[in-house]
């Protein structure tokens, strides 16, 4: 038997094939249009976008392995979280999904808070503008029209799976991000959906990443010659989907993925919320364990933008920064281009670069770059451990962990180990093929659900510990100095 895993993101469709051993068998990926900016700070997307790439891969994927998509038993989604997917009566989608990284609704925040000071005691997190919660209440305040005609608010994969099996059901990690779900309980709350004016029957039926959900529908079976009860499990959002691909779902075990954003992600057996610190605090994936997340919105994009602007290849600017590095230098960089969720919680905050000089060129400011990241990290972590989580060895995935001083920087500033996995995929598509199986054979996650093997292991430089603390003490006075300077 196979099991299909999918992961919808915004910029594309990935669909991956396991076996029962869980060793890929194949894949195929389509690109999504990518998303629209219609004022500053917003950010739209088509979910017919998802859904033609949804097709096609798994289209290229039945093309490249017939026989072994018709073995399959069990598909698991994941997809980006947050994102406000309006539908109505007929299931027809009434405007552009509002993305997880579109920051309009800040001042409705602010007002969900202020009418319910329990909010962040029910969600565990903070009302941030990149939730779901909070969108629908600015659609509700700015497009009337569209709000009086919804009849269901999906996240992006529980549309997707709409499409798919003819079902409106979510799972418990996506949701979390919503701000409409009791995070401890694993249950829509009544109090924080009336905020928006909403009410149960506007959500999805809610079910655990591992168990099954829904029948595949037969139109779809016979396009991709699969068998008539192919199961769909409730799959997870895509941080507890890379999760689930690496294989940190016990208490202590994590993750720091150096993507666009950066995650420092760990898994808990227990509800560990901490708002103060801006620490998202989610369900897994898996029944009974939930996780904590330090999100920074600008980790390997603020290379991007380095690289931009100079002029250079990002690789190459990682690689002169490597081989001219010596340890901090004068330059610090605040990586604040797109605003910061941990732990700031402010989206209006901006970048800056500091200590600049004659000598400075684009290795320095490279390096500066590198460990503005690693600080933020630093800030994720300590915030975690206000919440009384510990964490032990790391493992690191996402394209920025191809370069070794990064991981350095990473492993020194946090002071813990930074395993680096053998080449392969452990990604999201992983992730929820591996609760495919699970929800199709009833298999115990943990058995399911191991660590790769480890290519090697990044460990902490001890000569350069004294002056990274320095220096992150530098890092953390720079923050509000300069927002009172920006007022």
Sequence with gaps: MTYLGIDIGTSGVKALLIDGAGQPLGEATAKAVEPTRPHPGWSEQNPADWWNATLEAIDKLSKAHPSELAKVRGIGLSGH???????????????????????????????????????????GNIAMPGFTAPKIAWVRKHEPDIYAKIAKVLLPKAYIRLLLTGEHIEEMSDASGTLWLDVGKRDWSDELLALTGLNRSHMPRLVEGSAPSARLKREFASRWGMADDVGVAGGAGDNAAAACGIGAIQPGEGFVSLGTSGVLFVSNDRFRPNTKGAVHAFC?????????????????????????????????????????????????????????????????????????????????????????????????????????????????????????????????????????????????????????????????????????????????????????????ARYRALYPAIEEARK
């Design 81 to 123: 979280m947050h994102g406000a997917t309006l539908v109505d009566k007929n299931d027809q989608v009434l405007r552009p999904c509002i993305l997880w990284n579109d920051g309009r609704s800040a001042a409705e925040c602010a007002e969900m808070e202020a009418a319910l000071p329990a909010l962040r005691d029910i969600a």
């Design 284 to 472: 897994h994936a898996i029944p009974d364990t939930w996780h904590q997340m330090g999100v920074i919105l600008s980790a390997t994009d603020s290379l991007n933008w380095l690289a931009k602007i100079t002029g250079q290849d990002p690789a190459k600017l990682a690689g002169a920064a490597e081989a001219g590095f010596k340890g901090p230098g004068e330059e610090i960089f605040l990586p604040y281009l797109s605003g910061e969720r941990t732990p700031h919680n402010n989206a209006a905050a901006r970048g800056s670069f500091t200590g600049l000089s004659h000598s400075t060129d684009p290795a320095l400011l490279a390096q500066a770059v590198m460990e503005g990241v690693a600080f933020a990290f630093r800030d994720c972590q300590r915030v975690l451990k206000d919440a009384g989580t510990e964490m032990g060895q790391l493992l690191a995935v996402g394209g920025g962990s191809k370069s070794e001083l990064w991981l350095k920087l990473i492993a020194t500033n946090l002071d813990t180990e930074i395993a680096l996995p053998e080449d392969g995929d452990f990604g999201g598509a992983l992730g929820v093929a591996r609760l495919g199986l699970c929800a199709a054979e009833g298999a115990d996650p943990t058995e399911i659900m191991t660590m790769p093997a480890i290519k090697r292991v990044i460990t902490p430089d001890a000569g350069l510990k004294t002056a990274y603390a320095d220096q992150y």
